[in-house]
């Protein structure tokens, strides 16, 4: 491809904590290098965060009605070359697709800082302080260290308008 396509994977797709994070690297990504997917099996709750995923990135796919091999199938079809799941083994994770292998390259990230414990995933992505080396040997994949943090912000969002102080 003249870009790598890159396919995000999670139900939290909507105001929720993984996407008040993810919102500032979907916009931070160099559209000349990458070609951004979001592959999304959540509920739709009409917020903001849902309906900018569709500015932030090339291509939105509504996956929630699909069996893990119909998913599966669909990823290769788009001929995804990374797959990155952002919920690892948390409510509504759907690790059966990853079991099928539909991308070349499968990265766990962010939405659970831990091993799958399967031999799917080809690293998971973490930090010095949250996936120490010397944790390699109880994850299943390799660990792939941030140089930082493995958690990333959106420094754009805004702070709520509360009118707590400290002193409240």
Not at 116 to 138: H, K, L, Y
Request: aromatic fraction near 10%.
């Amino acid at each position: 491809h003249d870009r790598i396509r890159i396919g995000y994977f999670s139900a939290d797709f909507h105001n929720h904590a993984t996407m008040h994070l993810m919102r500032g690297v979907f916009a931070r990504h160099s559209c000349e290098r990458f070609e951004l997917s979001a592959w999304l099996f959540g509920a739709d709750d009409g917020s903001d965060y849902r309906r900018g995923l569709a500015r932030d990135v090339h291509a939105v796919h509504d996956v929630s009605r699909l069996g893990d091999r119909a998913v599966a199938q669909a990823l290769r079809n788009a001929d995804i070359d990374i797959l990155v799941d952002l919920k690892g083994y948390t409510r509504d994770a759907r690790p059966g697709v990853f079991s099928l292998k539909p991308a070349p390259l499968q990265l766990t990230w962010l939405g659970y800082p831990g091993t799958s414990g399967a031999g799917w995933f080809d690293a998971v992505i973490g930090d010095a302080m949250v996936t120490p080396d010397a944790a390699q040997p109880a994850f299943a994949e390799p660990i792939a260290n941030l140089p930082h943090s493995y958690q990333c912000t959106d420094d754009k969002q805004p702070i709520a308008a509360t009118g707590i102080t400290r002193a409240s």
